[in-house]
C-alpha cells in the first residue's frame, strides 16, 4: 500500500502485452488483508513493504523507496529541496489510519527522532492526505512513488536532510506454492523498474527549493 499499488498498476499494461493470454487480477488493499488472501491461495504474489513475518510466506526484497515530506507551498521551511529534522520537531502530522504499514513506518521514524509527533488528522488515502497538506493542515511523509506522480498543487516535497527515510519493497508468495510465470515477469519488471529510478522525485532544478506543485 501506499504508493506500491501505483507503480503495479503502471506496469500491467506492459505484462498484458508479452502475456496476452494470462488473466490478470490486481487487488488493492491492506498489507494484512492481502496476508491472509495469499494464505487462503488467493492470490499468486503480493507486492509489499517489509517486513513481512509468517512462517508460511517468503519475502523477497525488489528495491527500496525512500519516504518524502510533503508541506503546504507557503510554508517557510526547508533549503535545497531539503528539511531540517529541527524544522519537523513541532510540525503537526497527518497520517494513515494505523492498519496501513506506511503509518507504523511513518510513526517509527517521528517517534524515534522526536519529530512531528502531534497527530493533526487521521485518514485511509493518501490523496487525502495531500489534498489536506494543500489547504494547510499540517505535513505528512509520504513514499516517493506517491510524490512523484504528483499532478496536485499548493504543496512541496522535501527530503529530510541529514536522516535518509526509506522502506524495502518486496515481492511475497506461499513457500509451498510455485509462483506463475506472469507473477515472476511482473516481479521482474517492478525490480528494473526500482532500479533504474523511474519512481524517483526529480531534484530542484540547479539546487535551488524543492519543486512545488500549482495549479
Same mark, same amino acid.
Given at each position: 500500500?501506499?504508493?506500491?499499488?501505483?507503480?503495479?498498476?503502471?506496469?500491467?499494461?506492459?505484462? &498484458?502485452? @508479452?502475456?496476452?493470454? /494470462?488473466?490478470?487480477?490486481?487487488? +488493492?488493499? =491492506?498489507?494484512? *488483508?492481502?496476508?491472509? #488472501?495469499?494464505?487462503?491461495?488467493?492470490?499468486?504474489?503480493?507486492?509489499?513493504?517489509?517486513?513481512?513475518?509468517?512462517?508460511?510466506?517468503?519475502?523477497?526484497?525488489?528495491?527500496?523507496?525512500?519516504?518524502?515530506?510533503?508541506?503546504?507551498?507557503?510554508?517557510?521551511?526547508?533549503?535545497?529541496?531539503?528539511?531540517?529534522?529541527?524544522?519537523?520537531?513541532?510540525?503537526?502530522?497527518? &497520517?494513515? @489510519?494505523?492498519?496501513? /504499514?506506511?503509518?507504523?513506518?511513518? +510513526?517509527? =521514524?517521528?517517534? *524515534?527522532?522526536?519529530? #512531528?509527533?502531534?497527530?493533526?488528522?487521521?485518514?485511509?488515502?493518501?490523496?487525502?492526505?495531500?489534498?489536506?497538506?494543500?489547504?494547510?493542515?499540517?505535513?505528512?511523509?509520504?513514499?516517493?512513488?506517491?510524490?512523484?506522480?504528483?499532478?496536485?498543487?499548493?504543496?512541496?516535497?522535501?527530503?529530510?536532510?541529514?536522516?535518509?527515510?526509506?522502506?524495502?519493497?518486496?515481492?511475497?508468495? &506461499?513457500?509451498?506454492?510455485?509462483?506463475?510465470?506472469?507473477?515472476?515477469?511482473?516481479?521482474?519488471?517492478?525490480?528494473?523498474?526500482? #532500479?533504474?529510478?523511474?519512481?524517483?522525485?526529480?531534484?530542484?532544478?540547479?539546487?535551488?527549493?524543492?519543486?512545488?506543485?500549482?495549479?
Amino acid at each position: 500500500g501506499g504508493g506500491i499499488e501505483r507503480q503495479s498498476r503502471c506496469q500491467l499494461g506492459r505484462l &498484458r502485452q @508479452e502475456l496476452p493470454a /494470462c488473466e490478470l487480477v490486481l487487488r +488493492e488493499d =491492506f498489507t494484512d *488483508a492481502l496476508v491472509e #488472501a495469499l494464505l487462503d491461495n488467493e492470490l499468486d504474489c503480493a507486492i509489499t513493504s517489509l517486513p513481512i513475518d509468517h512462517e508460511l510466506l517468503k519475502a523477497e526484497e525488489i528495491g527500496r523507496e525512500e519516504l518524502i515530506v510533503v508541506v503546504p507551498e507557503s510554508m517557510n521551511v526547508g533549503e535545497n529541496g531539503t528539511i531540517s529534522l529541527a524544522e519537523l520537531r513541532d510540525q503537526p502530522l497527518i &497520517r494513515l @489510519e494505523e492498519m496501513h /504499514c506506511l503509518s507504523q513506518q511513518v +510513526e517509527q =521514524f517521528c517517534t *524515534a527522532r522526536r519529530v #512531528a509527533t502531534h497527530v493533526v488528522c487521521r485518514t485511509t488515502q493518501l490523496e487525502t492526505i495531500q489534498a489536506f497538506v494543500s489547504f494547510g493542515v499540517g505535513i505528512s511523509i509520504v513514499p516517493e512513488m506517491a510524490a512523484a506522480c504528483d499532478c496536485g498543487g499548493g504543496r512541496r516535497y522535501l527530503r529530510v536532510r541529514g536522516a535518509k527515510v526509506d522502506r524495502s519493497i518486496a515481492v511475497t508468495w &506461499r513457500r509451498d506454492r510455485t509462483q506463475s510465470r506472469a507473477a515472476l515477469r511482473l516481479t521482474q519488471i517492478l525490480r528494473d523498474q526500482l #532500479a533504474c529510478g523511474s519512481h524517483w522525485l526529480p531534484p530542484p532544478a540547479g539546487g535551488g527549493a524543492a519543486p512545488a506543485l500549482s495549479t
